[in-house]
């Protein structure tokens, strides 16, 4: 029993590798590694977005207020235009009734009820790159208890048959 206490003690510990976040809302962006290797090449023109949309969803009204507050700061200091910003006035209520025995007694129940509160944003004329910046600072921080939706709405060109 000791020899493996002994052994234990001899190995070397594993060195962590780097963790990598996943961004699950992110488009495929061109690599910026590429553009600073060859100087003289064209990057790909950034995305135009007109309106982004931030959907809250969280147990804590208290709480999403501050992260609320947060975001508009945020966006302030990167000069984001900031548009609407509005909560539902009633939580949305699901409601789960349970018998309390397994077997019998029907008349005896439980009910359990979960309240969740919603709050939206709006943000203005942003491009892809600001946009990433933003949205990985405001990721980064988000609250235990919250859920972010974002809904971006993005500008194109207008095809060649309707230019004419």
Excluded: C
């Amino acid at each position: 029993m000791l020899k493996w206490f002994n052994l234990a003690r001899t190995v070397i510990p594993v060195v962590p590798r780097p963790i990598h976040p996943v961004r699950w809302y992110s488009d495929v962006v061109a690599s910026t590694t590429n553009a600073i290797e060859q100087p003289g090449s064209i990057g790909v023109p950034d995305k135009l977005y007109s309106r982004v949309e931030l959907q809250m969803k969280g147990i804590d009204p208290e709480v999403m207020k501050s992260y609320a507050m947060y975001a508009k700061t945020a966006a302030e200091h990167l000069n984001i235009e900031v548009g609407k910003h509005w909560i539902m006035r009633k939580a949305a209520k699901d409601r789960l009734t349970l018998l309390k025995s397994v077997h019998i007694y029907k008349k005896h129940r439980v009910q359990y009820e979960v309240r969740n509160y919603y709050r939206f944003m709006h943000f203005h004329k942003l491009t892809g790159s600001t946009l990433d910046t933003f949205l990985e600072y405001i990721e980064r921080n988000l609250p235990e208890g919250i859920a972010l939706k974002v809904t971006k709405v993005e500008l194109q060109q207008l095809p060649e048959h309707l230019r004419k």
